[in-house]
């Protein structure tokens, strides 16, 4: 039974994870989607930058969102590249509308956005009736 699940995650072209809405939510999801990307065969270096890009996206989905949010991840390629496709879908921005958010430490914040866009071919958001969707695409080199 193992051994078909092993082979059902290496087989599956996407993977599909409710996020707990809690701030430890970051480091479980850490080790199972790593054990994920290894069941892959990506490159170590690409999902290295995986990992990361899909920690920066999760924090502000539990940091900045209402629940629930979901990670979903999809193997990708094109032009003989291969890669990965990281969505994180929310329910929205969690302050109201007009109120600001709560401010953090200068410093200890605001750079995950920019630590996506510089590891991602190509990233953005799309808006929709359920919420907020944050991807991001990351190609072999």
Not at 2 to 14: G, M, P, S, T
Not at 60 to 78: E, M
Not at 110 to 126: E, K, M, S, W
């Amino acid at each position: 039974m193992a051994a078909q699940l092993d082979a059902d995650v290496r087989e599956a072209a996407e993977y599909v994870f409710p996020l707990p809405h809690l701030p430890e939510a970051v480091s479980v999801v850490r080790r199972r989607i790593r054990t994920v990307l290894a069941d892959w065969n990506l490159a170590p270096d690409l999902a290295e930058d995986a990992l990361l890009v899909i920690s920066e996206l999760i924090t502000n989905a539990v940091v900045h969102a209402v629940p629930p949010a979901t990670l979903r991840l999809s193997r990708v390629g094109s032009d003989g590249r291969s890669g990965l496709r990281i969505e994180v879908i929310d329910a929205g921005p969690a302050a109201p509308a007009g109120w600001p958010a709560a401010e953090s430490a200068a410093g200890e914040h605001g750079r995950g956005l920019g630590i996506v866009t510089a590891l991602a071919a190509d990233c953005g958001t799309r808006i929709h009736a359920a919420g907020v969707t944050w991807w991001a695409e990351l190609l072999t080199p």
